[in-house]
């Protein structure tokens, strides 16, 4: 019994293994996260990866509320010189917020 459990884990974790091999581990810049990929996020996509990765903006903890994603766009534009209209910077807020806040 004991053994034929050992053999089953053995065997997940190999099948883990494989799967974690053919996955890249490192997106490059330009591949468009799933959650990113519907039009009302396209000024997202379109801005934000300019300077790297969108798992940045997908990798942030969840529910830190959308003054959280309008600061991190304002940060974006002041301390990393970003060049964002404000339309642009409001619209994009706003999709980080919905879909991420
Ligand atoms: C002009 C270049 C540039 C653009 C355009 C840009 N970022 Fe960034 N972003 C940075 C830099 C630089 C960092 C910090 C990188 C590091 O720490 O490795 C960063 C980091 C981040 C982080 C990680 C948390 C943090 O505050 O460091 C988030 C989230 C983020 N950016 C979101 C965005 C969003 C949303 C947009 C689109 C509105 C955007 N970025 C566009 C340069 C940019």
């Known amino acids: 019994m004991m053994r034929t459990v050992?053999?089953?884990m053995a065997g997940a974790a190999a099948m883990l293994g494989a799967v974690a091999f053919a996955q890249p581990i490192d997106l490059p810049v330009g591949d468009v996260?799933?959650?990113?990929?519907?039009?009302?996020?396209?000024?997202v996509v379109n801005t934000c990866s300019?300077?790297?990765?969108?798992?940045y903006?997908?990798?942030?903890?969840?529910?830190?509320?959308?003054?959280f994603w309008r600061d991190s766009v304002n940060k974006m534009i002041t301390v990393y010189s970003a060049p964002i209209s404000?339309?642009?910077?409001?619209?994009?807020?706003?999709?980080l917020a919905k879909k991420f806040g």
Request: charged content about 25%.
């Open 57 to 67: 903006i997908t990798t942030q903890p969840r529910g830190k509320g959308a003054q």
């Open 33 to 43: 996260p799933v959650e990113l990929s519907d039009a009302e996020s396209e000024v």
């Open 6 to 8: 050992t053999y089953i």
């Open 86 to 95: 404000p339309e642009d910077a409001d619209a994009i807020s706003a999709v």
């Open 50 to 55: 300019a300077c790297h990765s969108l798992d």
